[in-house]
């Protein structure tokens, strides 16, 4: 079982990026975290980040047949791109969305989710433990009903 794990836009600057809302772990640690979850898993992880939407759309339309699942972080693309929950659901690859922080608790427009209506579920406030609860979930998913 191979999962993609895709990052949106500003996540490169984890670690230094607003610590009091995302955290000190950088997106290496994040990435470092889901190898171990997903060995454990007994699964594949490939993981992509870019800060753009249309490379985010491209790399899930490339991945069509290679990847069984995804969990995405669309950064703040989830509030506003049409773009990516159209490839989301273009593809029809099983998608779980996360986000660092708790979105719901945040300026009012992050409660605004577009992306996520594509997405099997969305796990939102837990940090690094959102993208390994994440992974947990969808890998139970796809192992029960794919
Ligand atoms: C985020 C939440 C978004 O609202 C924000 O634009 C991000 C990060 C999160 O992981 O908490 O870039 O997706």
């Known amino acids: 079982m191979r999962i993609g794990i895709v990052n949106g836009p500003n996540?490169?600057?984890?670690?230094?990026?607003?610590p009091e809302i995302?955290?000190?772990?950088t997106l290496d640690d994040i990435c470092e975290a889901l190898r171990t979850k997903a060995a454990e898993l007994g699964v594949e992880v490939d993981f992509f980040q870019s800060?753009?939407?249309g490379e985010i759309c491209a790399k899930l339309g490339d991945m069509v047949d290679q990847w069984d699942g995804v969990v995405i972080n669309p950064a703040?693309?989830?509030h506003s791109s049409l773009a990516i929950q159209d490839a989301l659901k273009g593809t029809r690859i099983p998608t779980v969305e996360v986000?660092?922080?708790n979105v719901f608790r945040r300026e009012s427009i992050r409660s605004n989710m577009v992306t996520t209506a594509a997405c099997l579920g969305v796990i939102?406030?837990?940090g690094t433990n959102s993208y390994l609860l994440a992974l947990e979930a969808l890998v139970h998913f796809l192992r029960m009903y794919k």
């Open 22 to 25: 995302y955290g000190t772990a």
């Open 11 to 18: 996540l490169r600057l984890l670690g230094r990026r607003e």
């Open 124 to 126: 939102s406030g837990f």
């Open 99 to 101: 986000h660092l922080s």
């Open 76 to 78: 703040a693309y989830t």
């Open 51 to 53: 800060d753009s939407e």
